[in-house]
């Protein structure tokens, strides 16, 4: 079938709506097109260093993506991240990642530089 071929290469790009003939529409949430993107950068290897750091969490917006997280000063080991304590609101990279998180918990995350912002790709509760 071409339509599918031709569908699979239009998401393969990034594509966030897609009008295929005889489907219709085939729309792609904010958050399954950071997927995908990021799934296309990790093939290509392109990926900033990272870095590893705890904070709290103030606040968990599923419909956007995005973690808000109290931190203290953190940086890559490359210099490519650095940002003072502050409280910043982070995309993350799948929806997965806000899985069991809310705002008040602490937490332990990772994060590295994506499509030009800093991303966060991991988070995990802690005791403190």
């Given at each position: 079938?071409?339509?599918?071929?031709?569908?699979?290469?239009?998401?393969?790009?990034?594509?966030?709506?897609?009008?295929?003939?005889?489907?219709?529409?085939?729309?792609m949430?904010?958050?399954?097109?950071?997927?995908?993107?990021?799934?296309?950068?990790?093939?290509?290897?392109?990926?900033?260093?990272?870095?590893?750091?705890?904070?709290?969490?103030?606040?968990?917006?599923?419909?956007?993506?995005?973690?808000?997280?109290?931190?203290?000063?953190?940086?890559?080991?490359?210099?490519?991240?650095?940002?003072?304590?502050?409280?910043?609101?982070?995309?993350?990279?799948?929806?997965?990642?806000?899985r069991?998180?809310?705002?008040?918990?602490?937490?332990?995350?990772?994060?590295?530089?994506?499509?030009?912002?800093?991303?966060?790709?991991?988070?995990?509760?802690?005791?403190?």
């Amino acid at each position: 079938m071409m339509w599918t071929s031709k569908l699979k290469f239009a998401l393969s790009l990034g594509a966030g709506l897609v009008i295929a003939p005889g489907l219709g529409v085939a729309a792609m949430t904010s958050i399954e097109w950071l997927s995908r993107m990021e799934q296309i950068e990790l093939s290509r290897g392109s990926m900033a260093d990272h870095v590893h750091a705890e904070g709290t969490v103030r606040a968990v917006d599923p419909g956007s993506g995005t973690v808000t997280i109290l931190h203290p000063e953190i940086g890559s080991a490359d210099k490519s991240i650095w940002m003072p304590s502050m409280t910043m609101v982070f995309h993350v990279s799948r929806s997965e990642v806000l899985r069991g998180v809310k705002a008040g918990d602490n937490v332990r995350f990772e994060a590295t530089r994506r499509r030009g912002a800093v991303m966060v790709t991991h988070i995990t509760k802690i005791d403190r």
